[in-house]
């Protein structure tokens, strides 16, 4: 089965710009997670959906961060505008709905902004 | 609440010797513990899961791990360490019986091994 997507890997963008990073999860998942390591940091839990739906967005650390996931499939996250403190790894997984399974991560995308 | 430490940032072992990742966790129900390696420029591949059943869990690449609920702890371990072992591992907790929890990640080890 094919495992998580993500893309771009990288993106390298100027402050205030704006820049859309999308997952594409394991067919039939429908946890879907984000989460984030800036500057060697913690890996961070930004938000997670069932299907469409947010079910916890406690860790998006502002009103720059917009994450969808139209018809319960693919997810976008967009940063509107791109701050210097944005910079880091971006990491996207899913998983089944059974406590038993572990989560299943992209690669990431790397996200710097200068 | 959940939290877990990594009491070790980084670990630097010779090829050949023996291969330990400290992980302490903190939980308010019961946990699922799980092990997640990252190789440069890689994603994070699932080492290993603990989730109620054997104590004992083994993983891929020789790593095991032993939950210890008396020691609230969930170290990793390979008899013999490899140089393509180095990279960064990460012990994560979740709650067991939430199907949609999210999970909580230690801070990272990172694994250098010396030939």
Redesign the interface.
């Known amino acids: 089965e094919a495992g998580v997507t993500q893309f771009p890997s990288h993106s390298v963008i100027e402050k205030g710009q704006t820049v859309t990073l999308r997952c594409d999860p394991i067919s039939g998942h429908d946890n879907l997670y984000w989460y984030r390591r800036v500057m060697g940091k913690e890996i961070k839990f930004l938000l997670h959906f069932v299907k469409e739906s947010k079910q916890d967005e406690s860790g998006m650390p502002n009103n720059r961060f917009l994450a969808e996931r139209t018809g319960g499939t693919y997810s976008t996250l967009k940063v509107q505008p791109a701050e210097l403190e944005d910079s880091g790894v971006y990491f996207c997984a899913s998983s089944q709905v059974d406590r038993n399974y572990g989560y299943t991560f992209g690669s990431g995308t790397r996200l710097t902004v200068v | 609440a959940q939290s877990v430490t990594q009491l070790d940032s980084h670990v630097s072992v010779s090829e050949g010797t023996p291969v330990l990742l400290r992980c302490n966790y903190s939980s308010s129900y019961s946990p ?1 513990l ?1 092990w ?1 390696v990252q190789h440069p420029n ?5 080492l290993l ?1 603990y ?1 109620s059943a054997a104590t004992l869990v083994k993983g891929i690449n020789g790593f095991e791990a032993e939950f210890k609920k008396s020691e609230t702890s969930f170290h990793l371990t390979k008899p013999s360490a490899h140089m393509s072992d180095a990279a960064e591992y ?1 012990c994560v907790v979740r ?6 929890s ?7 080890t990172r694994l250098s091994i010396r030939p």
């Open positions: 699922s799980f997640y890689k994603g994070l591949q699932l899961k989730t990460f709650n067991r019986y939430s199907s949609a999210k999970i909580i990640f230690g801070s990272g």
